[in-house]
């Protein structure tokens, strides 16, 4: 009997260790998501803003050639990146948590130099296809083919400044800063795409004056991002440190690029699933109709934005969990993000859905016809959300090879369906094809991470946050469409009871949802 108190005494130390830093784990990301929250609500605010310059300013018609010439662009950078941004957000987290930082240098020379030289390839042989790809672009012909040729020029020449900046961006997220994604990349840039672009439509008035002031905040992100990365390896003293051998990064580089390079072609899928629809309705039913779903697929857009400020805190911690083969913290951290998720987007989503036509209003008169698009996405991305961050528990556990099938797989969905409705429904059959996309992705990936991993985002806290935002933002809406007549009043009514119901709730729940830890000061 006495022999067992040392053993037992050894196992509680464990489980109380272990705990802890399951406990302080959640407590970093919850201050770390509440910043890149912060900085998402911002980049929300002003990625909003800026269709709203762009339909207001330009004629529809040139609004279309913006959409459709910067949907090709995000395909374009993601399809340079070659995968190297979500390489160094898993590779750096773990060299760092193993010890390994001698490391660090070989992931970020190989993960800037490879992407920088595919995207001047991309870039140079865009430049000499333009003028066919504009004119299959817009589905017209005459000025408006000349105008996206000019757009797809710019394009092409400030695609490697873009990847470079992307996979900065991303390793600087690697490295542990949060405040560079925050400052730079949600708030800094988009305030300056804001303003370029406004500055550009009113004094040039024309789609490649609004496409230049869009691509050029790109170049002044890169050189505040080049500047903290090269402070951070003097600081560190990384700079001095090299790999053993030459076969030793050679081995960092073959294992960098056996996962980045599926996760590329994966990318360029996943950001086609966003954009490529808009290339289809652009070519399919013309420009016009281009820029109408844009805007009506940007109150999507803006939910996607909050999803992703977590995803991207999330990511590197998945990542040194399963670098240190801790899958309760691994666990714990998708459940608990997978809450976060719920308890931002879905009142999100369901207000968008509730009172699309009033909200597409901001655009223009002429854009409320594409309600039923906001309504079919929005319900859509209820399902997707209640997944959580699904894919990027994939890619940190390795599994890019199961997140590209994944990818491929709900692209060609995708496609398949937009191209049998499109030209029978319109836009609405662009909504119908990307809806079932996301079903697709989501629904197999969380499949795939319940078989392999053991992992599900499903619990209580889930269940009141989801039955908490249908009551207030779903429930609250309905009784004020019926009691009201005016749309504005019905809208107010809803935010501004729903909210108070909801912030109740939250608070009542706070140890339920993990929110104990939401706090911008260091612990």
Known sequence: MVGTYPVMAEVTGDTATGAGRHHAALRSLARESLLSLIGSVTAGALSLLLPIVVTRQLATHDAGVFFEATALFMVLLNLGTLG????????????????????????????????????????????????????????DTGSADDAMTTCLYIVAGMLPVTVAYTVGVSATRGLGSIRVLVLVDKIGKGFLQLLLVLGAVVVIDTAAGAVAGWTLAYLIGLLVVAHWIVRYRRRRGDSARQPTSRADRSALVRSFWAFSAPRAVSRVCNVAMQRADVLLVGALLGAADAA????????????????????????????EAVALDDNDRARAIYQTTTTWLTLISWPIYLL?????????????????????????????????????????????????????????????VMVVIDLVLIPELGITGAAIGWSVGILVKNLMALW????????????????????????????????????????????????????AVYAVGVAVFRLTFRLDGLSIRRS
């Open 352 to 412: 968008s859905a509730s009172f699309a036509s009033l909200l597409l209003g901001v655009f223009g008169p002429s854009y409320t016809s594409g309600w039923p698009t906001v309504v079919i996405l929005c319900l859509t991305m209820l399902v997707a959300t209640s997944c959580g961050p699904v894919d990027s528990v994939l890619l940190m556990a390795g599994r890019s090879m199961q997140s590209l099938g994944n990818a491929v797989l709900a692209l060609l």
């Open 84 to 139: 190297a941004d979500t390489g160094v957000l898993r590779s750096l987290p773990q060299a760092q948590a193993l010890g390994e930082s001698n490391t660090i240098g070989v992931y970020l020379r190989t993960a800037i130099r490879w992407p920088v030289v595919c995207a001047v390839v991309v870039g140079l042989a865009l430049a000499l296809s333009a003028p066919q790809i504009g004119a299959l672009l817009v589905g």
């Open 448 to 499: 795939q991470v319940n078989v392999g991993l053991r992992m599900h985002p499903f619990g209580q806290s889930l269940l009141i946050a989801a039955a908490g935002a249908l009551t207030c933002f779903g429930v609250i809406p309905a009784i004020a469409n019926a009691l009201l007549d005016n749309e504005v009043m019905k809208l107010g009514v809803s935010i501004c009871v729903g909210t």
């Open 292 to 319: 109408l779903y844009a805007a009506a697929t940007r109150f999507l857009v803006i939910g996607t934005m909050f999803v992703q400020s977590i995803q991207q805190v999330m990511a590197p911690k998945i990542s």
